[in-house]
């Protein structure tokens, strides 16, 4: 599947902007705040229906705009597709596939496999493991449903039993009773959704370690771990005895909704441990993961978009990391960076070709092959 053109109206700094991509390696250049991530921005909308950095889709609107439409000309399979994404402020979003609508917008997403790597990635090693549990839960929803419906499940009971347990406070009361079917309930739901993590971690973990391995050149050793306080068959016993806390805390405290995923870099926390540079390398490693579980759930190569890849790493990994994603397996690539030379220099030095796209303030300027 490749991107051959997109056409941006009214997004972010964008009025009208239209861009034709290459089927391997394109990079967008140009100075800081010319438009590249917001046009990366753009095919994260075709693919996922929604923005990687800003959730407020009114404010990814170009200002003193009342609407954005982003329209992407794709291949798929071998057959050409239209994807349109209109976004009237303060109203529902449209998307529409070679003209025609869904009624629901989230029975696009896998349409487009899409992976994304950006500066702001490196929160899931230094933020709190809830965006580590976004992560893994994104990743799932996407190649599984059922994992997705069982998540929401979960949430909706979760949110239920600490109603009621906010409400026992409230009123200085407790009704053992009334609570037993939430948590029979909660334990019913987050059975699957930990084994499903389990048989993920033992499954992503070898291939993130082999991508880190490639990519550091075998310098330093790291693991993924799965902690999470779920114990089969024990569940009732464990939530038994957290009940104590759960009622001080009015708030259910053990369960799926507070598993992590530990990163290590040699036997220490990379997030405390790890530099910039191993950092960024552990995050390249894991999205690299999910591209190939990716090409092999949907059957064809992902679109990898890579938001200032080069900045914090070395020359060789620089280097290992493009001859990999421009190898064999790997499908289209988007690339960002505010130095044109040094990209340049970079896919010089691998031979290959790459669709160079210029952008100035909102505009695209020029665009050529190198
Ligand atoms: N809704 C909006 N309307 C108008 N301009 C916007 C809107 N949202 C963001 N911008 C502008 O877009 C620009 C940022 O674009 P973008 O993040 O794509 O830059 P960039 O080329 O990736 O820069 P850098 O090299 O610094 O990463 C900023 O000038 C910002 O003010
Ligand atoms: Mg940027």
Redesign the pocket.
């Known amino acids: 599947m490749y991107l051959r053109k997109i056409t941006v109206h009214n ?4 009025e009208d902007a239209s861009v034709s991509f290459a089927e391997g390696v394109n990079a ?1 250049v ?12 753009a095919v994260h909308y075709l693919s996922l229906t929604k923005s990687a ?2 959730s407020v889709d009114s ?7 009342s609407f954005f439409m982003i329209k992407g000309e794709l291949v798929r399979e071998g057959k050409p597709l239209t994807v349109l994404v209109q976004q009237p402020t303060g109203q529902k979003k449209v998307i529409k596939v070679n003209g025609a609508p869904y009624d629901k917008v989230s029975d696009h997403i896998g349409l487009l496999p899409l992976v994304l790597i950006a ?1 702001q990635d490196t929160d899931l090693i230094r933020e709190g493991s809830e965006t580590r549990r976004r992560f893994v839960d994104g990743l799932l929803s996407q190649i599984d449903r059922s994992y997705l419906n069982t998540l929401l499940q979960y949430n909706h009971v979760l949110k239920q039993r600490n109603a009621l347990l906010k409400q026992f406070a409230e009123r200085n009361t407790f009704d053992g009773d009334l609570l037993a079917p939430y948590t029979a309930k909660l334990i019913q739901l987050g059975e699957p959704i930990h084994t499903r993590r389990k048989e993920w971690v033992s499954q992503f973990t070898p291939r993130v370690l082999a991508h880190y391995a490639q990519l550091a050149d075998d310098q330093e050793p790291v693991a993924l771990q799965y902690d999470s306080p779920w114990q089969t068959g024990q569940m009732e016993t464990i939530l038994g005895k957290a009940l104590e806390k759960d009622r001080i805390l009015q708030r259910c405290t053990v369960g799926v909704h507070r598993d992590d995923f530990v990163f290590q870099l040699g036997e220490y926390p990379l997030k405390k441990f790890g530099s910039q540079g191993q950092q960024k390398s552990f995050v390249i490693a894991l999205k690299l993961a999910q591209y190939e579980l990716f090409q092999e759930h949907f059957g064809f190569p992902p679109l990898l978009l890579m ?2 890849i080069f900045d914090k790493l070395d020359d060789g990994r620089i280097q290992r990391l493009m001859s990999k994603v421009s190898g064999s397996g790997f499908g289209q690539l988007l690339v ?3 130095r044109p030379e040094r990209t340049q220099a970079i896919f010089q030095e691998q031979a290959l070709t790459c669709q160079m796209v210029h ?1 100035h ?2 505009e695209i300027i020029d665009q050529e092959e190198v």
């Open positions: 997004f972010k700094n964008y967008l140009g100075p800081n705040g010319s438009g590249k991530t917001n046009l990366l921005d950095l800003n404010q990814n609107v170009r200002h003193g705009e500066p938001d200032d960002t960076d505010a952008v303030q909102g």
